[in-house]
């Protein structure tokens, strides 16, 4: 994406109207607001990469809330069939809020497959991530994904039921060893449900299940 490149290399902008590249929905980027919030706009890898530039710049440097919710090609993949064709988008989000101030992260709805959440997760570990609300859908059953949320206040965590997979579980972990480690930004996880879930794929990925190790 051309203009994703021109704000990442210091082009001064601040306000940015675009049609997104998954289906020719209209989005507006503006310097200096706190959220933004483009759900629902069929936005493909291209926006995501743009999106990323825009919150490493100082026109998005306030934005505390990201919402991208209900776009169900931003791996690239449709939405009855494919997911994580392309992760390029999603990775430059992912990279780009790792020094960003953005506290809250909507992903549902988005087609998010395996390989999203472990970059997803890999996020998550690095220690300058400030998120505290994450919104994703599981994808221990790509046909049947069901929305799930982690929040840094929540002591306990009901995810039974959710159709959870390992590559959820490996996030789950990362969540709740991060919020264990910093206790300041809500209360350590006491109590974690995952019944009901296929969290090893019918003892074919025990990934996940390593990971509930460490707690």
Known sequence: HEVARRIAAGAAVKSLTVESTGGRKTYTLTEGADTIDVSDQNLGP??????AAWVATPAGAAVSRLLLNRNHAVTGGEWSTDCDKDLSGVTAVFDTLQPSSV???GLSQCRLGPRSLVKLAEYLREATANVTLLTVDSTGNMNDQKTYSLSASTENIDLSGKNLGPADINLVSTWVQRVGMRASAGAVVARLALNGNPITNRGKDLDGLNGLKAL
């Open 46 to 51: 291209s926006d995501c990469a743009l999106i």
């Open 103 to 105: 506290t809250e992260l």
